[in-house]
Nanobody, 120 residues
Framework: QVQLVESGGGSVQAGGSLRLSCTAY????MGWFRQAPGKEREGVAT???????YYADSVKGRFAISRDHAKNTLTLQMNSLKPEDTAIYYC??????????????????WGQGTQVTVTV
């Protein structure tokens, strides 16, 4: 079963930065999702095979998603982190339609997740 592997999670103080990485599949739209305790999983950022990016309003201006086709790598640079960014972050690959870029339903390959904790 194909599965993605995330790396780069950890604990950081508010205002700090973390960088998450994941394997990327060149023909798929790639995305980062997160799930905080007691909450549903939500889309954070996605990037399609042409490099077009989409962000949740809560992370715009702070997070940046990118992909390197030559290295088959997906990256999420997270800056100005807030305690409310604390969650398990998942990498995903799929073929979502335009209305579903930040929705789970459009993605069918997932990673196991990596914990991000932001402390006050």
């Amino acid at each position: 079963q194909v599965q993605l592997v995330e790396s780069g999670g950890g604990s950081v103080q508010a205002g700090g930065s973390l960088r998450l990485s994941c394997t990327a599949y060149s023909n798929y739209c790639m995305g980062w999702f997160r799930q905080a305790p007691g909450k549903e999983r939500e889309g954070v950022a996605t990037i399609d095979s042409y490099g077009r990016t989409y962000y949740a309003d809560s992370v715009k201006g702070r997070f940046a998603i990118s992909r390197d086709h030559a290295k088959n790598t997906l990256t999420l640079q997270m800056n100005s982190l807030k305690p409310e960014d604390t969650a398990i972050y998942y990498c995903a690959a799929g073929t979502p339609t335009s209305d579903y870029r930040l929705r789970e339903v459009g993605y069918h390959i997932w990673g196991q997740g990596t914990q991000v904790t932001v402390t006050v």
